[in-house]
């Protein structure tokens, strides 16, 4: 279970050159988690306003794709199999639906009947039999699931869960409102999914996956970046440990890293691809490499790359793939 924290509210008077810069850093429960934003603006009011807007909005939207609340539009989708939904939510499956697209099924919104299975959502952890996984998988396919006009059609037996890329969006929305609301800088965290805009360069830790501390320190403007890892909901068998992301091909928990951390121009990019990418084991490292090269013109694109972690013996190795400073 992540830790939550209780809500603090900050509001700091900083002098930037002749100009007056009011700062306000609060953080709130959200999205199972944390959520922190710290921003920037030139008066108390308009700083304090945005940054209240922009974690009413994500409080909304958790509520709107939350798996675990009855009324959310995405446990409604799952009961009545179709339904008129919010154009939010029309545009996250359409995200999803393309992230499964162009990894060839490595980030899926339709893993639910898995993710149950397994015990993950409950924390009823338990090894499924072979023929169990294999009678779930059948239910797991993207393509089963059909935007029409205002609503959405769920495949038979299928089931949608957004949570791999829901924070990500909620992030950029955050990001926007704050940004249209003339702040100058800040940092949205959402649980470790975190997008920092504005002109200040930020300087960002990775936790060690397999200790305290951090392994790294990346450095961030105008960018996202999110971390997929083993170490946050598992569960062991002997030696064996069972982590939450199921590989959607296979139906079995991803094994092969014990965290992936990727950079993106957006927070919903970073989520979803750091969730692919820790499920394609070796093959994520070429999947970058790939789109690293089809990015012709770097001048004026944001910063596009992954870090991959493994253990070699008890020692967490860091593996680069793409265009990454620290």
Same mark, same amino acid.
């Not at 807007?53 to 939350?66: C, G, N, Q």
């Given at each position: 279970? /992540?830790?939550? #924290?209780?809500?603090?509210?900050?509001?700091?008077?900083?002098?930037?050159?002749?100009?007056? *810069? %009011?700062?306000?850093?609060?953080?709130?429960?959200?999205? &199972?988690? %944390?959520?922190?934003?710290?921003?920037?603006?030139?008066?108390?009011?308009?700083?304090?306003?945005?940054?209240?807007?922009?974690?009413?909005?994500?409080? /909304?939207?958790?509520?709107? =794709?939350?798996?675990?609340?009855?009324?959310?539009?995405?446990?409604?989708?799952?009961?009545?199999?179709?339904? $008129?939904?919010?154009?939010?939510?029309?545009?996250?499956?359409?995200? @999803?639906?393309?992230?499964?697209?162009?990894?060839? &099924?490595?980030?899926?919104?339709?893993?639910?009947?898995?993710?149950?299975?397994? @015990?993950?959502?409950?924390?009823?952890? $338990?090894?499924?039999?072979?023929?169990?996984?294999?009678?779930?998988?059948?239910?797991?396919?993207?393509?089963? +699931?059909?935007?029409?006009?205002?609503?959405?059609?769920?495949?038979?037996?299928?089931?949608?869960?957004?949570?791999?890329?829901? *924070?990500? %969006?909620?992030?950029?929305?955050?990001?926007?409102?704050?940004?249209?609301?003339?702040?100058?800088?800040?940092?949205?965290?959402? @649980?470790?999914?975190?997008?920092?805009? &504005?002109?200040?360069?930020?300087?960002?830790?990775?936790?060690?996956? $397999?200790?305290?501390?951090?392994?790294?320190? #990346?450095?961030?403007?105008?960018?996202?970046?999110?971390?997929?890892?083993? %170490?946050?909901?598992?569960?062991?068998?002997?030696?064996?440990?069972?982590?939450?992301?199921?590989?959607?091909?296979?139906?079995?928990?991803?094994? /092969? =890293?014990?965290?992936?951390?990727?950079?993106?121009?957006?927070? =919903?990019?970073?989520?979803?691809?750091?969730?692919?990418?820790?499920?394609?084991?070796?093959?994520?490292?070429?999947?970058?490499?790939?789109?690293?090269?089809?990015?012709?013109?770097?001048?004026?694109?944001?910063?596009? @790359?992954? #870090?991959?972690?493994?253990?070699?013996?008890?020692?967490?190795?860091?593996?680069?793939?793409?265009? +990454?400073?620290?």
């Amino acid at each position: 279970m /992540r830790p939550f #924290l209780t809500g603090i509210l900050s509001l700091m008077f900083f002098c930037c050159c002749s100009h007056p *810069v %009011y700062q306000v850093d609060e953080t709130e429960i959200g999205f &199972g988690s %944390y959520i922190r934003i710290c921003a920037r603006g030139k008066t108390k009011e308009a700083t304090y306003n945005a940054v209240r807007k922009a974690f009413k909005e994500m409080h /909304r939207l958790d509520t709107l =794709w939350s798996i675990f609340l009855d009324k959310s539009e995405v446990v409604q989708l799952n009961r009545l199999r179709r339904m $008129r939904v919010s154009e939010e939510t029309r545009d996250l499956i359409n995200k @999803g639906k393309a992230m499964g697209e162009e990894t060839a &099924g490595a980030f899926d919104i339709t893993v639910a009947p898995l993710m149950r299975l397994w @015990g993950f959502y409950d924390r009823n952890y $338990r090894v499924p039999e072979s023929a169990e996984v294999k009678a779930m998988l059948k239910r797991v396919d993207y393509r089963r +699931v059909m935007v029409s006009g205002d609503s959405v059609i769920l495949g038979e037996n299928v089931n949608v869960d957004l949570g791999g890329i829901a *924070v990500g %969006y909620a992030v950029d929305r955050a990001v926007a409102i704050m940004e249209s609301a003339g702040l100058s800088e800040g940092l949205v965290d959402a @649980g470790g999914d975190i997008r920092v805009f &504005g002109n200040k360069v930020w300087r960002i830790g990775v936790q060690n996956p $397999r200790g305290e501390g951090i392994v790294r320190v #990346l450095e961030l403007k105008n960018q996202a970046v999110s971390t997929s890892g083993d %170490y946050e909901n598992f569960f062991e068998v002997g030696d064996q440990r069972y982590c939450h992301i199921i590989d959607p091909k296979t139906g079995y928990p991803a094994s /092969r =890293w014990v965290a992936v951390t990727v950079l993106a121009p957006n927070a =919903w990019e970073a989520d979803a691809y750091s969730t692919a990418l820790f499920s394609l084991g070796d093959a994520g490292r070429e999947f970058v490499s790939k789109k690293q090269a089809n990015i012709q013109d770097w001048s004026g694109a944001a910063k596009w @790359g992954a #870090l991959f972690f493994e253990m070699q013996g008890d020692s967490v190795v860091t593996k680069k793939a793409g265009r +990454v400073d620290e």
